[in-house]
């Protein structure tokens, strides 16, 4: 795949760069995100970005098999990774939201009020956390992943943990849906961004129950109306395609 030129959440082609191009030169063009397609913590940077109209380019890197060049920016070889115009470069998506709220607050999505601030935080630790580890590992690792790695087939027991967990955390989150405005209180924030980025990703293989979970739809359907999310809706892996709901604003 190309990469993408992001601008107030439209979509362009741009040129795509070989690895021989002058990394000053590179990072004179354009704010640059190295990412993964349909990896939440990269869609979390991608949605953050795009809250604040910040423009950049994508890169698309491959976890499991990082190039030297990707490995020179962060030694982890895991994306996200931002590089900024001027060359700083911020690695660890926890760090990286942070770093892009506290560079760029307009909008602030950790808050200013400290209570709501912790909830944020309490959230973001949930889903990057608790919900990836028994939902967004299980299904969209073993489907989507393993496959782009070229290994083994899918754990099916695997497969059925996530299938298994998905409904308690679709219950909790609409529990905070009925309860506030949004999942952290009046206020839009990091909190939604996270769990959008997980569900949506579980959403691009089919496996979210949202019939089941009416408060959980309502809040999803809000959050990828946003100008922010809708390119995310627009991704489409070759020979992976997602359900036909995937992409409709209104289920």
Not at 73 to 94: F, K, R, S, Y
Not at 121 to 150: P, S
Not at 155 to 181: C, M, N, P, Q, V
Not at 183 to 191: K, P, V, W
Request: one cysteine or more; charged letters at 25%; aromatic letters at 10%.
């Amino acid at each position: 795949m190309g990469s993408f030129l992001h601008v107030g959440g439209r979509r362009k082609k741009t040129k795509s760069f070989c690895p021989s191009t002058p990394a000053r030169l590179l990072l004179s063009l354009m704010r640059t995100l190295y990412h993964s397609w349909i990896c939440p913590f990269s869609r979390k940077i991608r949605i953050i970005l795009a809250e604040k109209k910040l423009a950049f380019e994508m890169v698309v890197e491959h976890p499991w098999s990082p190039r030297p060049e990707f490995l020179a920016l962060n030694p982890a070889g895991e994306p996200p990774v931002l590089v900024e115009p001027d060359g700083t470069t911020i690695a660890d998506h926890t760090a990286l939201a942070e770093y892009l709220d506290e560079a760029y607050g307009d909008p602030l999505l950790l808050g200013l009020d400290v209570r709501f601030r912790a909830e944020v935080r309490r959230l973001i630790g949930w889903f990057d956390g608790k919900f990836n580890r028994e939902v967004t590992a299980n299904l969209v690792g073993e489907k989507i992943f393993k496959r782009q790695m070229g290994g083994s087939g899918p754990d099916s027991r695997a497969i059925r943990t996530g299938f298994a967990a998905i409904g308690a955390h679709l219950d909790y989150l609409g529990k905070l849906a009925e309860e506030r405005r949004w999942l952290a209180g009046e206020n839009f924030s990091m909190a939604d961004i996270v769990a959008c980025a997980h569900l949506s990703a579980v959403d691009y293989v089919g496996d979210v129950p949202w019939n089941d979970h009416p408060s959980a739809k309502d809040w999803y359907a809000r959050v990828k109306s946003r100008p922010s999310v809708r390119p995310l809706l627009t991704d489409n892996l070759p020979g992976i395609p997602p359900p036909a709901h995937y992409a409709d604003l209104d289920f």
